[in-house]
Every structure is written in C-alpha cells, then in structure tokens.
C-alpha cells in the first residue's frame, strides 16, 4: 500500500534522505512483508531513475532484497520493516535505515542491552540524555547496516558522538537523520564522504 507519510522530523544533520513507506493494515505475514519489502525497492530505484525489473533484485541473508550486479546503478539502498510497516531508502553512498515501534516491548532488561550496546556505563549514560532508548537502537541498527556487518558487527563498535549527533563504526563516520511517523522512530544513517 502507498502511504504518503507525514514525517516528524526529530533530528537530522541531511535532509536529503527521504524514505519511502509501504504499510499493510494489519501484521503481515512474512510472504506479504517480502512483498511490499520488494515493491518499496522497486519504487526506491524508480523514483531514483533506474529501471529495474523485478527479476533483477535477489536477497540478502537476512532475506531483504538487493539490486543483482548492475554497472550502470551507483545506488545502494536498505530496507527495514517491523510490524505492519515497511521503510526504505536510497543514496549513492553507503546507507543503512532501521524503524521501530516507539513502544515496543522488549523482553530482555534494558541495562542487559545497554551493557552490550555500549563499551561504558558511562557513554551508555550520555547517550540517554540525548536519545530514549529505542532511539540508541534504531541508530546504533541503521549504522551497522550502513557499515555492511548488520547486527554481526557489534552494537557496542558503534559509538555516537553525542554532541554532533553523528556516529562512527570501524573508522567510517556517519551522519544520522531521526524521524518519527506515527508511533515508529526511524533513523538513517549515511556514511559521510569526503
């Protein structure tokens, strides 16, 4: 389904990455969600000006689908769902884009993940004051999938410069954009070229 979404722009340092939103109105199953996953990649690259047939996307490991090898497409693009929804993006340099519902309940404590989340108390601490928690997990998500290691790389590689609202990830820096649409927080991560 095509959403023209209202977005609620919480921070951002680029404006420049719009994602899309595809959103089924009830919980999809997965069959469904590879769908709508498929149909927002397909919109992502098209409203990009590249063509690409449905044939030519394949998956990932984790099951999102990816452009097959193309010479003439400099794009990269990550797709992220959780729910009923589904949100993409698109850029010529490395992205990542992670949503989560603001009130998802987790089922593990959240000092036990913000200990594997962060190398200190300390920074973990920091980061609070800036960013809910949920928040700290769609960044900390986004990056690793802008890095290319996804969730294999660490949450705690991740570390967020507080003050510029920036994050870093085996040497690669990264600018970070939050969003809210309805109850979901969605942040994009694009790794800052020089």
Request: charged content about 20%.
């Amino acid at each position: 389904m095509r959403v023209a979404p209202s977005w609620e722009w919480i921070e951002e340092t680029s404006s420049r990455y719009r994602p899309l939103v595809g959103v089924l109105t009830e919980p999809p199953q997965r069959a469904i969600q590879t769908q709508v996953s498929e149909q927002l990649t397909l919109r992502l690259f098209g409203e990009a000006g590249v063509v690409v047939q449905p044939a030519e996307l394949g998956r990932t490991i984790y099951g999102k689908p990816q452009l097959r090898c193309r010479r003439d497409c400099s794009f990269n693009h990550s797709i992220s769902n959780t729910g009923p929804i589904t949100v993409g993006v698109l850029s010529e340099g490395a992205i990542g884009i992670d949503v989560e519902a603001e009130n998802r309940r987790i089922g593990v404590s959240p000092t036990l993940l913000l200990r594997r989340m962060f190398k200190t108390e300390r920074d973990a601490a920091a980061c609070l004051e800036r960013w809910s928690f949920m928040q700290l997990w769609t960044i900390k998500e986004a990056v690793l999938k802008a890095s290319g290691y996804g969730l294999a790389g660490g949450l705690s590689n991740v570390a967020l410069d507080r003050q510029r609202g920036s994050a870093e990830c085996f040497g690669q820096l990264y600018s970070l954009t939050l969003l809210r649409w309805r109850q979901y927080l969605i942040t994009i991560a694009a790794q800052d070229v020089d």
